[in-house]
């Protein structure tokens, strides 16, 4: 499962390949990667042909395109192409002399711009993912739908879009923590009133979004908060830890991606493999803690695992799961 600096990695190659860009003609040779769009193929391929690319926008993990029949006003966007990428979506970016992908799904033609490669597809080898159309409603806030704080981008890259427009789908979505509007008083406040565990709060989308199981966990061994720790009993302070401790590995994890940005593959697989080498809790049971040597544990949680330090994030009192 790609991770948020993983989309963030794709995002930022669809902003630099496709953003701008008029698509000419859709095929579809496997309509199952478009199930998500209940009016079916041709459907699809109205809403698509002669439309341009706006710009590519992400929250969390959500990541979708912003479309628009003229390209030449600035005009206010109705609705975007989303893009899932499930467990093994692929979006590549390629010439038409390229030969197709076993697990081609979708492919977009594009008008000629320069030397840019003229097709967009989406290769799927399990399925799980997706392309679909959606509506684009205004967001809660009043504020732009997603981004990324300048200062992550290098300066490479546009990050965000000015319309305070999110699809529908994702309107229930919370920030993620690289987000510039993340509303972290607001966060404080609904961890307060809430009765539950930090972990599982943390990975409750609609409270954050975009921080999976890795994250969550490196994020509380650099925060030495455990995870069962109730959110009733987070002070200021401690919220301010723990999501300045998840930006902070969350753009470590980016620098480490960001090498592939350059690619025409905009691959999710490329990025994640890299920062592996770097975690320090997530996967490495049974090695030494790189804070203070004892033995990281793993305990079952939720289904799936949690990777802490027994000394770093010692285990509070009335934990909650
Ligand atoms: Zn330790």
Redesign the pocket.
Known sequence: MPELPEVEVVRRGLERWVAGRRIKAVSVPDPRSIRRHALGVEDFRGNLEGATVLSVVRRGKFLWMPLSDSATTVPSPEVALVAHLGMSGQLLVESPEQPHEKHLKVRLSLEARGDDPEELRFVDQRIFGGLFITSLVPTADGLPGGGIASTFTGGSSLGTTPWALVPEEAAHIGRDPLDPHFDLEALHLKLRSRKTGLKRALLDQSLVSGIGNIYADEALWAARMHYARPTDTMRRPDTERIIHAARDVMARALAAGGTSFDSLYVNVNGASGYFARSLNAYGREGDP?P??G?KIRRDTFMNRSSYS?A??QGRPRNARM
């Open positions: 803690c804070r203070c004892t330090c000394v770093c």
